[in-house]
């Protein structure tokens, strides 16, 4: 079975400063790794997604993830933040075998400060 | 942009009372998928839809639930006796391929009163 674990629940930062939101993984098999972002009253839309390759994966909106399999993570980044990045952020996996669904972690909320 | 279209946006039932969610997935999608996300928890997966059947469910999946996909655009999720611990935001997905990206809708939030 697979998880996940978003240490930080809330992220405050100032604008235009860089940010990481963190994510870890635990699986027993391979797995998938995506970034969602749910903006206040909408559903959640696809950042970024590892499925092979390298291991360095650019998004939209200027995000970018680091898959490191060494230390199950995939932690979010941007060197820097706007106001409109202010949203909640999930991490999720999905099993290489042949599962279709995903697992998200419990989210962080990204709070950008003027 | 084509996108999965959830209605109602939100709706309020009495405990007992049976729901039905409704969806309109991204048309030329075969994967579709329903998830939850109770306040304050984190989304959870419920059910994943291919070739008219279910391919996957999950434990929160239990003989409450249904789904169907009655005429070749929608999919609908069906709740027959709701409960007060069924109150949740409920996404429906879709998807071109089994692993790819899921494409999400803007959510119904069902309240049991």
């Known amino acids: 079975a697979q998880s996940v674990t978003q240490l930080d629940s809330q992220v405050p930062v100032f604008e235009e400063a860089p940010v990481e939101l963190r994510c870890n993984y635990s699986?027993?098999?391979?797995?998938?790794l995506f970034w969602y972002v749910q903006y206040p009253n909408q559903g959640l839309q696809l950042l970024l997604k590892?499925?092979?390759?390298?291991?360095l994966v650019k998004g939209i909106n200027g995000f970018e993830a680091e898959f490191n399999k060494s230390q199950t993570s995939f932690h979010l980044r941007k060197p820097s933040v706007h106001i409109s990045d202010t949203a909640e952020y999930f991490c999720?996996?999905?099993?290489?075998?042949?599962?279709?669904?995903?697992?998200f972690g419990t989210g962080t909320r990204l709070t950008v400060i003027p | 942009e084509p996108e999965v279209t959830q209605t109602p946006s939100h709706q309020v039932t009495q405990m007992g009372q049976e729901v039905i969610l409704r969806c309109v997935p991204i048309s030329n999608h075969l994967y579709f998928y329903w998830y939850r996300q109770i306040l304050g928890q984190k989304v959870e997966f419920l059910v994943s839809?291919?070739?008219?059947?279910?391919?996957?469910k999950s434990e929160i999946f239990d003989d409450q639930f249904s789904v169907e996909r009655p005429d070749g655009s929608n999919f609908t999720l069906k709740i027959r006796s709701t409960k007060l611990e069924d109150s949740a935001m409920y996404f429906c997905a879709s998807g071109r391929g089994e692993v790819t990206e899921a494409f999400f809708g803007q959510g119904t939030r069902l309240t049991v009163v």
């Open positions: 839809f291919y070739n008219n059947e279910i391919s996957e």
């Open positions: 999720a996996v999905s099993d290489r075998t042949g599962a279709n669904n995903l697992f």
């Open positions: 590892y499925l092979s390759g390298s291991t």
């Open positions: 699986s027993s098999v391979s797995v998938y």
